[in-house]
């Protein structure tokens, strides 16, 4: 079985095309499965009954199974599993007015940061671009209302899957494909350098909206927290964001998780705002408070501590948000993912 967002649309013309089909029939395909979320091919009404049955018998869309969800006020999270039996989760977010779509790339994270429990078994296995591209299929199909928004800040480093996260992404902001504006996806990264220099000469990447989690003002601290950054430090990331080909009115957002006692003091703030501050009109800073996990010796700091740090930074008139992450109810968040406990929760 071929499977059809393994492909983008000139990938699918030709390859209906070494199959006997006239290329557009990719188009038309695409048009139900990206436009109308309808991914039965029986139901593809403007195709002939035979090409139908052909279709049915060649391709398939989705291969994600549904496990279950969790549903919270604020979010619903999507246990999926792929084919070969691992466990993909996936989390709706309910904001004011639209709806975001938090999405993993990764089974597990090779990139070992200390506080975050997808770290903890390590990487099982990047995802491919159709089991990317079927969490929104799987989750949009549910919704009367299109979901816009879509943030790679689920499990796992989307830069170290950089290919299969590449296409998912071309298949979600081309007009042929789910047709999402480039301005609202978003990619969380740990910081990989190489593939930031890679991201920033990549026409279609560089477009999108880039975040980067810095969580520690110094290459000290950010080593025992993320210790790629001995190889990836703090001086050479900023760098290459400072680089960044974005124009003017775009801003990179540094992510920074504030976990008690570790860096979330007004001196980390002082610091962190010392770095930043010679090129703040480049940054954003996103302050997220910690989601504590059981297995994890690390706390989430008391709100005034929270307040405190960002004022630090307005101080210095870096634009400072705090980001209470959603989904708290349903076990932790997007970027806090803890696919074991769920799963017995489920049986
Ligand atoms: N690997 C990418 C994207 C996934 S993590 C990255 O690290 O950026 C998305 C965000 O969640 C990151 O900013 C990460 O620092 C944050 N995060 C991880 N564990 C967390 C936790 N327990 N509480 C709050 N934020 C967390
Ligand atoms: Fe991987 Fe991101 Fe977790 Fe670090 S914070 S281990 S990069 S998922």
Same mark, same amino acid.
């Given at each position: 079985m071929e499977i059809i967002s393994s492909y983008n649309l000139k990938?699918?013309?030709?390859?209906?095309?070494?199959?006997?089909?006239?290329?557009?029939?990719?188009?038309?395909?695409?048009?139900?499965?990206?436009k109308r979320f309808k991914t039965d091919f029986r139901l593809m009404t403007d195709l002939s009954k035979s090409h139908r049955d052909m279709l049915a018998k060649n391709f398939k869309v989705h291969t994600l199974r549904l496990l279950g969800r969790s549903e919270a006020s604020d979010s619903v999270k999507y246990l999926f599993q792929t084919e070969d039996g691992h466990i993909v989760e996936t989390v709706l977010i309910?904001?004011?007015?639209?709806?975001?779509?938090?999405?993993?790339?990764?089974?597990g994270c090779a990139v070992g940061c200390?506080?975050?429990?997808?770290?903890?078994?390590?990487?099982?296995?990047n995802l491919h671009t159709y089991e990317i591209v079927d969490q929104y299929l799987q989750v949009q199909k549910e919704l009367s209302q299109k979901i816009r928004n879509v943030v790679f800040m689920g499990m796992g480093e989307p830069l170290a899957n950089y290919e299969n996260v590449r296409k998912a992404i071309e298949i979600m902001v081309s007009s042929w494909g789910i047709d999402l504006s480039k301005r609202r996806v978003s990619l969380s990264t740990s910081g990989l350098i190489a593939q930031l220099r890679r991201m920033a000469e990549d026409e279609l990447l560089r477009e999108?909206?880039?975040?980067?989690?810095?969580?520690?003002?110094?290459q000290y601290?950010?080593?025992f927290l993320m210790p790629l950054s001995k190889t990836n430090s703090l001086?050479?990331?900023?760098?290459?964001?400072?680089?960044?080909p974005y124009p003017e009115d775009r801003?990179?957002?540094?992510?920074?998780?504030?976990?008690?006692?570790?860096?979330?003091? =007004?001196?980390?703030? +002082?610091?962190?705002? /010392? %770095?930043?501050? =010679?090129?703040?009109? +480049?940054?954003?800073? /996103? %302050?997220i408070p910690y989601n504590p996990d059981p297995s994890l010796p690390f706390q989430r700091p008391p709100m005034e501590r929270v307040y405190a740090f960002q004022e630090v930074l307005r101080k210095a008139n870096i634009s400072t948000f705090i980001r209470l992450s959603k989904g708290v109810e349903?076990?932790?968040?997007?970027?806090?993912?803890?696919?074991?406990?769920?799963?017995?929760?489920?049986?």
């Amino acid at each position: 079985m071929e499977i059809i967002s393994s492909y983008n649309l000139k990938e699918l013309r030709g390859k209906f095309e070494s199959l006997g089909l006239e290329a557009y029939r990719a188009n038309q395909v695409l048009n139900w499965v990206y436009k109308r979320f309808k991914t039965d091919f029986r139901l593809m009404t403007d195709l002939s009954k035979s090409h139908r049955d052909m279709l049915a018998k060649n391709f398939k869309v989705h291969t994600l199974r549904l496990l279950g969800r969790s549903e919270a006020s604020d979010s619903v999270k999507y246990l999926f599993q792929t084919e070969d039996g691992h466990i993909v989760e996936t989390v709706l977010i309910f904001e004011r007015d639209h709806l975001t779509l938090c999405l993993s790339s990764q089974v597990g994270c090779a990139v070992g940061c200390r506080f975050c429990a997808t770290a903890k078994d390590g990487l099982v296995r990047n995802l491919h671009t159709y089991e990317i591209v079927d969490q929104y299929l799987q989750v949009q199909k549910e919704l009367s209302q299109k979901i816009r928004n879509v943030v790679f800040m689920g499990m796992g480093e989307p830069l170290a899957n950089y290919e299969n996260v590449r296409k998912a992404i071309e298949i979600m902001v081309s007009s042929w494909g789910i047709d999402l504006s480039k301005r609202r996806v978003s990619l969380s990264t740990s910081g990989l350098i190489a593939q930031l220099r890679r991201m920033a000469e990549d026409e279609l990447l560089r477009e999108i909206n880039l975040a980067v989690s810095i969580n520690a003002p110094s290459q000290y601290l950010r080593e025992f927290l993320m210790p790629l950054s001995k190889t990836n430090s703090l001086h050479e990331l900023l760098n290459v964001l400072v680089e960044f080909p974005y124009p003017e009115d775009r801003r990179i957002m540094l992510e920074y998780v504030l976990i008690e006692g570790v860096n979330d003091s =007004p001196i980390h703030a +002082k610091e962190l705002s /010392n %770095l930043i501050k =010679p090129y703040r009109r +480049k940054f954003k800073v /996103n %302050l997220i408070p910690y989601n504590p996990d059981p297995s994890l010796p690390f706390q989430r700091p008391p709100m005034e501590r929270v307040y405190a740090f960002q004022e630090v930074l307005r101080k210095a008139n870096i634009s400072t948000f705090i980001r209470l992450s959603k989904g708290v109810e349903v076990f932790g968040a997007c970027g806090q993912l803890r696919s074991k406990r769920l799963q017995h929760m489920l049986k």
